[in-house]
């Protein structure tokens, strides 16, 4: 089936979509479908191809630009109708989300799931209506893979590592191999794939440095709440702290804010160093005023790859299982050439 474009779209079928389409003008969310609760959901155009999107919520800047992403491939002049729907933070909400898209037999069903497990049930109910599943950032971790057809995402494993060997590198340089290296880690979503891949690869690198303690790994949410207040208490309960692992950009700001707030300055010529993960543009910002040192970069812009493959299901050809997308690491020496290119 090749992807249909809005010249296929019946008169009747155009009322329908330009009312939806005001609906959504007045909302403010052109080109989609937003799916919440018990609310009353839109016709959909099934002369277009159908692609239900469950995304985790709205927790970071980096989540709100993986979100920008899908929604700008998804339109309706590029042959796509889009239901999209905000899980906000919660399992059960994705469930039943997934479970809405099987009963309006959506073409395609997209999603990001908050944590690995718990997903071999709803996954076999969309195999049997035989709706094609793809994972977008995070991954499931079901006992039968053939559950989904692909997955579109980052390395977080390797993530994880670069920060360990970015760490692993500047203390050399700076004489400080030998020294002794406190460091808390501040973890994201429990459960995540992401939050998994960093702490592990993280953890590889740290344990072949005898002197360096991981004094305390705690989860903080990925947001800049939780991330201050989980700093917060770390620096209430340890009085040296040399390095600050943040799994993401939101949690680093709440933390730099909890430290300065007590007079700790961070970064290049601070008391602790920083490293972050994400690289969204205000923390890029930071990097290049030296106040994070480093930023391993996640890539958000998944839309593009997620299309490409469905684009390549519609033509009926084979696509690979796992995609990675390509992403790097950013210190104050390399990160001007990057901030300008930044749009999120
Ligand atoms: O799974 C990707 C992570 O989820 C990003 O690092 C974080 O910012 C987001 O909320």
């Known amino acids: 089936m090749a992807i249909k474009t809005q010249r296929d779209i019946s008169p009747g079928r155009k009322v329908c979509f ?48 993986n979100t920008a992403s899908i929604q700008e491939v998804f339109t309706n002049d590029r042959g796509y109708f889009l239901l999209f729907s905000n899980a906000r933070q919660r399992q059960e909400n994705q469930i039943k989300a997934i479970r809405r898209f099987i009963s309006r037999q959506v073409d395609y069903i997209v999603f990001s799931p908050i944590t690995e ?31 989904y057809t692909a997955w579109v995402g980052s390395d977080f494993h390797g993530e994880g590592r670069n920060a360990g060997e970015w760490l692993e590198g500047y203390l050399e340089q700076q004489g400080r191999e030998e020294e002794e290296i406190r460091i808390v880690v501040l973890q994201g979503t429990e459960g995540a ?105 996640c890539n958000p812009e998944q839309g593009e790859w997620v299309e490409k493959v469905i684009r390549a299901l519609e033509r009926g050809e084979d696509v690979e299982k796992t995609f990675y997308i390509e992403e790097q690491v950013f210190t104050p020496e390399n990160v001007g050439e990057y901030l300008d290119q930044r749009n999120y």
């Open 18 to 65: 330009l009312l939806g389409l005001l609906a959504l003008v007045l909302g403010g969310c052109a080109g989609q479908f937003r799916i919440s609760g018990e609310e009353e959901e839109p016709a959909v155009d099934e002369n277009l191809v159908v692609v239900g999107v469950s995304q985790v919520g709205s927790e970071s800047v980096w989540r709100t630009a």
């Open 193 to 297: 794939t992401s939050a998994i891949g960093r702490t592990r690869g993280f953890q590889e690198v740290a344990v072949t440095h005898s002197n360096w303690t991981i004094l305390e790994q705690v989860d903080a949410e990925y947001t800049t709440a939780k991330g201050r207040e989980v700093m917060d208490n770390l620096l209430d309960k340890y009085e040296e702290i040399d390095v600050v692992i943040s799994q993401n950009d939101d949690m680093t700001f709440g933390a730099l804010e909890a430290m300065s707030r007590r007079g700790i300055t961070t970064g290049v010529e601070g008391d602790v160093i920083v490293v972050s993960f994400d690289a969204v543009k205000s923390a890029l910002k930071l990097v290049e005023q030296g106040v994070i040192n480093v930023d391993i970069e």
């Open 117 to 147: 497990s718990g997903w071999d049930v709803v996954l076999q109910e969309a195999r049997d209506a035989g709706i094609p599943v793809i994972l977008m950032d995070r991954q499931v971790d079901v006992q039968d893979h053939t559950l």
